[in-house]
């Protein structure tokens, strides 16, 4: 007997079982064990290679704490399995402690099986007892044994939260034990990657794995002979990155008469390169996770304004800049600088360019000195924050505010007041991670709900977080080239049309602003920068030290606004679709400053793409062919050039995916939008 309280005497073992799932690219086989859940066969259809070698049992926890006492060497009994078909299909296996027989685990795979995508795994603690227990150390999602067919490397994807990485995506051989691990722990140096690892092997083929959290990670340990074990999940007692092994933050509570459900983990396959399988992960993501906001309105990703707006006079020390020296930089808006931009109707105002929403970040409660507040400051914005709002409203533009890291569990109802007081159509989260518990809350209590995620400027970019994110900041490194790196690496995990490229308008790096004149294009340069994903050019600070210009609104700067007009446009009618419905590929090395970079977009069912080049240097050369990717062999392509129309061209899909298109870019901080179609005779 043991010291449970309602004791269920005995067990009745299941009968053992074998089961299969399988979306459109993964295949999995699964049975049931004692020892918990085993994979018997990982492979992608087309492929037809099993990843699984030997057979891998996924283990149960073998400590449980009751009521704080340790009890170790835990055993488990398979009790039973239920299958259900209603959506995809989806196989949940019972498991019961041997020791505490009102303990159970279920460990539940799911599929979505008419479309790409991975395998979901998730345990799911149950506790029907009178007295708490607990689970430590944490348990891993999934744990693998896996070998390949050939050589094999991992790639990983940094955060590029701020500072930029300097390699951004890490491609390393796995070979003679090495072991790598990816940790999704938020950092403010800019470290930790995306929750995510693929396997590839020689471009042919290869598996990934991910994990829907904001902390825990994934490692993979290479064996001999092509063989590796992989971990998917919290850390199981290790250090986690941030405050190592404890028992209070790293054990699942189970309360009496409660369960606890652990994250989803993701197995997936596929046939390609890891372009074309990162492509399918990222399609059924934005079916099956994001925002249905994000999802289901061809308009989002909005075209969106936004940022500190304020004029600064440094000769007249005022309620922000006290001090009057001219050095000094501030985060803060106010009420006449955006009545100014609300109601502008000039040909180079918001409106005129075709700006959607507009946002108001850091510092409408005051300087950046203040405490953070719900409530806007009486100084800045006399008229209060929902006359703000109905100018937008009256001006055609949907309302965005910024509430820093005001809003978690205990607040939660605080920001559905203000949602609603204020009329917002959007708000922005920054600083530490994103309370999970409270933005499911608002999600399911506010109508019109709609959230941003920055946190440090894509500190904490996860699975979790984006599926109630409808965008998310890419990175704190508001300059041309910091976004293209970030937007580069990141593009590779998450949808492409939830990466927001908050964009500081007009400026190169801190203080250098964009050349504008008859020969130099710079500005534009630095706008289509930020138009890879979506859209918004802001005003990052305030200041003569990084907006020496005193730049708060296109108007300020008459000359930009037809730029403005012109890639709006073309990245409302062309670019949006794209971004949010097609393939990406990575067509040239990561950006560094020096080379040409660029990226592809190509939707196969319209037939329709864009190619979006930069060339930062001279050094980078003039003349180029750029290899494309995921186009039809037999088909013809026409391709037009946005700003060299003479270079317009038609090419067949097999000789653009051997050859290349050719360009021809002169000079440095220049740019170009090609836009192609299938050519109809």
């Known amino acids: 007997m043991n010291d449970m309280e309602n004791i269920i005497e005995s067990i009745v073992p299941g009968t053992p079982g074998e089961w299969e799932l399988s979306t459109a690219d993964t295949y999995i086989r699964i049975a049931s064990s004692d020892d918990g859940p085993v994979i018997r066969e990982l492979k992608n259809p087309k492929q037809n290679y099993n990843w699984i070698y030997p057979e891998t049992t996924v283990p149960l926890p073998d400590n449980i704490y009751i009521e704080g006492k340790q009890k170790s060497g835990i055993t488990w009994t398979y009790a039973n399995f239920k299958i259900d078909d209603m959506n995809g299909k989806k196989i949940s296996l019972v498991f019961q402690c041997n020791e505490f ?14 479309n790409p995508g991975p395998i979901q795994h998730q345990f799911v603690f149950d506790n029907k007892s009178n007295r708490n227990a607990a689970i430590y150390p944490l348990l891993r999602s999934l744990e693998l044994d896996v070998k390949s067919d050939g050589d094999v490397n991992l790639w990983r994807f940094n955060k590029d939260q701020c500072p930029i990485d300097p390699v951004g995506v890490y491609i390393n051989k796995l070979a003679g034990g090495s072991s790598y691990t990816v940790s999704a722990f938020d950092n403010t140096e800019g470290g930790g990657f995306l929750p995510f690892a693929v396997l590839d092997c020689g471009e042919q083929h290869g598996m990934y794995t991910g994990w829907e959290w904001q902390i825990g990670n994934v490692n993979v340990t290479a064996g001999s002979a092509n063989a590796f074990k992989i971990k998917t999940g919290y850390d199981d007692g290790a250090n986690d990155g941030m405050n190592g092994p404890d028992f209070v933050d790293d054990c699942y509570e189970l309360m009496a008469k409660t369960s606890f459900a652990m994250p989803f983990s993701y197995l997936g ?18 079916h099956n996770k994001i925002p249905s906001n994000l999802r289901n309105d061809p308009t989002e990703p909005w075209t969106q304004f936004g940022g500190m707006f304020y004029y600064f006079d440094p000769d007249v020390p005022d309620y922000i800049d006290g001090n009057g020296d001219g050095q000094y930089y501030f985060w803060a808006s106010s009420e006449a600088s955006v009545e100014k931009a609300l109601t502008d109707n000039s040909e180079n105002s918001l409106k005129s360019i075709g700006f959607e929403c507009l946002e108001i970040d850091y510092g409408w409660f005051g300087p950046d000195n203040s405490p953070l507040s719900f409530d806007s400051s009486p100084v800045l914005f006399p008229k209060g924050m929902r006359n703000i709002s109905d100018m937008a409203r009256a001006n055609g533009f949907k309302f965005h505010l910024y509430f820093a890291n005001l809003v978690n569990r205990n607040t ?29 809350w608002l999600a399911e209590n506010i109508p019109n709900y709609r959230y941003e995620t920055c946190n440090g400027g894509g500190r904490n970019k996860d699975f979790a977080t984006y599926s109630y994110a409808t965008v998310g900041t890419v990175t704190d490194d508001v300059y041309p080239l910091g976004i293209r790196q970030a937007f580069y690496v990141s593009s590779y995990v998450l949808p492409p049309a939830q990466l927001s490229q908050c964009n500081h308008i007009g400026y190169i790096s801190p203080g250098k ?25 802001a005003i990052c600070a305030c200041g003569p030290v990084y907006n020496p210009a005193n730049i708060v609104v296109p108007g300020d700067e008459p000359l930009t606004a037809p730029i403005y007009k012109k890639n709006v446009a073309i990245y409302k009618e062309s670019l949006r679709p794209l971004i949010r419905e097609a393939n990406i590929y990575h067509i040239l090395p990561r950006p560094d400053g020096i080379n040409w970079d660029g990226i592809e977009y190509y939707d196969s069912m319209t037939r329709e793409g864009a190619i979006m080049l930069y060339k930062p240097s001279i050094s980078g050369g003039e003349n180029n062919n750029i290899i494309l990717k995921g186009l039809e062999p037999s088909q013809t392509y026409s391709f ?8 317009n061209i038609t090419m067949t899909g097999a000789e653009l995916m051997k050859n290349g298109l050719p360009v021809i870019m002169t000079g440095e901080l220049t740019s170009e939008i090609i836009l192609f179609e299938r050519y109809l005779l």
């Open 101 to 114: 027989p009102q303990v159970s685990v279920t460990s539940i795979w799911q599929a979505d099986t008419n």
């Open 269 to 286: 396959t596929y046939k390609g390169d890891v372009d074309e399988g990162t492509n399918l992960f990222k399609r059924w993501y934005f």
């Open 412 to 440: 939660k109802e605080t920001l559905a007041d203000r949602y609603a007081k204020y009329n917002l159509d959007c708000w922005r989260s920054d600083f530490g991670r994103p309370d999970i518990g409270a933005l499911d």
């Open 513 to 537: 602003k964009a050349v504008l004149n008859e020969t130099t294009d710079e500005f534009t340069y630095c706008l289509r920068s930020g138009m890879l994903g979506a859209l918004f050019p």
């Open 640 to 647: 037009e050039f946005t700003d060299r129309p003479e270079q």
